[in-house]
């Protein structure tokens, strides 16, 4: 499929996701040069929704291979079904030729694929994401190069396996382990900041069309101070902020208020000493009394700023 | 003038190449490799096919291109945007720049005669025979009107002694004033001085400016100042945010190194022995499989941090570090030292905060601030703390290498070296001045040392060295 950058950015909006010209034409670029893309940034930035965005945008499948440590190839790529083969060699059993039973046994029809596999040997061109890379070993991912870089897996028995349709790979990492430049050198590079005021209201608008946009916009200036002018073990990101305005949505808030904010204090801030500190440096009131004083600042991520003169830090 | 015909088509392509799309990225990617972001050749090609898939005239389509390709992590992000907006831009200011450039470069040169002028006109009445160098009369320009003037006026006071002829003695002086200077000017404006005294360029004009004007914007963030500005140079504002940032790196640290080396459950070999016991209802057909997996073993961390008094310059960094790492994983052993050794590792198995955790290790400890014998307390700990050497140990030793006795400390940290899988050695000092320090030399063979004065240092070194 043949995509210009607007009907690209059109269709990835169309899917809910709501994205900038770089991101687009990184995109885009990671699917014209057949190159897999690597996204990193802070968790909940919406890292893993670019490659469920874009197999919508491409009306295609996603198949998702989940990383985790101890990762092997054997459940990333392909494992033989032994339990089939020994059952046939059972039924088998005196009443063939040997050698081809053994041929036979090391067939496709015994091979269980996993989501390498399965991308390459899709029919259509599907979306593979290959989320949190950075939990893998590095053995793992200097395993992944053959794939990344030639779209082809080697298996002993059968042979080299090439891609039918080349897969649009899309790799998430939160920085956890630094990866090899070898892995980096074979990618486009992504990398997802919080966003603009402007923008995560619009992000709101999708996903909770059901909130106020006076909630909404308060929301947002509300974590915008919270990650600019806090020093927070993890900052709320917008996997938060989302769950936190439906939260608000559910208990029926139009505004924010001090109660409102202590009762959902849980949702954007998943960390204890993060809540005291959030108590302690501006208060809940606090808080409400800086949204109230803002106006958005849309040129820049974090952009929340307090103009009324009363709340110098 | 005869010119030969290759001589002439050479020049023809050049001339015709300096505009072009190919020589503006290949100087584009010079410049990022001058400003530490590795660029590969591959790299370079990805984004020359990337530029003819986007539309050319327009620039956010190009710096985002570009920026996908040949970027490739987080922090190389924000230098790229800077140096894209200062290399491609339109000639005029192209124009302007190399105008205001030869304005500045014109100051600077009138600057620098005038401070020779100076100079030489202070020693005039002797024959000195001393060069000043570049350096030197750079720090003289540099330093302020006031203090030019004391330093001259001390040498027009010499004059009056006219005896054995002091004129080599007195340019010695000048020379080591100019010496103090220039370690002063250094250590007072930190990086920005550093950086107008030691500049590393490329030597061509045009793509200098690009990467002096990069190198002064991107400090000029508060964030990558403190990431990147020295320990001992935090100040006593940054000091909340720096600990949180040092913080977070040790316990990010700690964490990955215990988790990492969990049993694996990988499959590796069959286990024939179980896979028969456990298929015997099946009569012997191996329908079920048992694998062995392969036991890894998490290393055995052991953390030693010099706490003397040439180290206290370190403090706030060495602190934090043995609070961060030592309380964030709870079987890391850690060991202060300066005159001897002293295990603190108890300190840290209580769930007390950083204040009085640190404060009750400072008040209870014989060696804080005292003088450095590495040897001595290497050779207690050899007499007590073997046990807990194996070989999955790793070392890591914060210090500035600054001991009485390095040969045989050295021969100390051989015997240790014996006995444990690696040693990281983490050098607050930084690398230029290794050459003079007699430990470095001496310590080298048995570690692996890193410059370490910096949050940036140490993210980086945590990255590629120890979770790698």
Redesign the interface.
Known sequence: MDLT?KQLQQRLEAQGYICD??LV??L???L??A?PL?V??APGVGKTEVAKALAGALNTELIRLQCY??L?E?RALYEWN??RQ??KI?IARGSCDPAALEKDLFDVEYLLERPLLKAIRAEKRVVLLIDEIDKTD?EFEAFLFEMLSDFQVSIPELGTLKAKQIPAVVLTSN????LS?GL??R?????IDYPTVEKEVRILQVKVPQAQEELVRQVVRAVHFIRSHL?L?KKPSIAETLDWTRALVALHADALTPEILGQTLSLFLKNRDDQETLKREVGLSGLVEQIRGVKDDSSGPAGATCHCGHHQR | MEIDPVTRAVARVEGQGENTLHHNLVRFTHILRHLGI?V?M??AL?AY??LT??DLTSR??VK??L???L????SD?QIFNLSFDRFFVPPEEKKRRRMLRKQLEEEERRRLAEAREKLNQALSPWSTEVNFSPEEIQTFARMPAREQRRLTELIRQMHGNPVNSPGHLIARVMQSALNYWRYYLLKTQGEEARRQLEAELTGETEMDDVIAGVAADFYRDPDDQLLHQDMQQVADADL??FT?ALE?LST?LAN?LS??Y?K????QKLDMRRTIRRNIAFGG?????CYRSRRRHRPRLLLICDVSASMARYARFVLQFIYGLSSAAQDIESFVFSEDLERVTPYFRRDDGFVPVMTELVNASRQWGKTTDFNVALKTFHRHWRHLLTGDTLVIIVSDTKTVAPQETARELAALRERVREILWLNPVPRKQWPYLPGVNAFLPYVRMFECYSLHHLEAIL??QM??
């Open positions: 950058i010209q770089d034409i990184t885009y670029l990671s014209k040069l190159k690597l990193e940034g440590e101890g092997d054997n032994y339990q020994l059952l059972e590095p920085g956890e382990r630094e430049d980096k050198r990618c486009v590079y992504l990398y020093n073990k | 590795r590969s591959a790299e990805d096919q990337a898939l986007v956010e389509q985002a291109a920026g996908a390709v970027v490739k992590n987080a992000r909340e945010k949180l977070r990010h990955r988790r990492r969990r694996s459950n990988r499959r057909s191996p329908l079920k499989l990255h590629r979770l790698k």
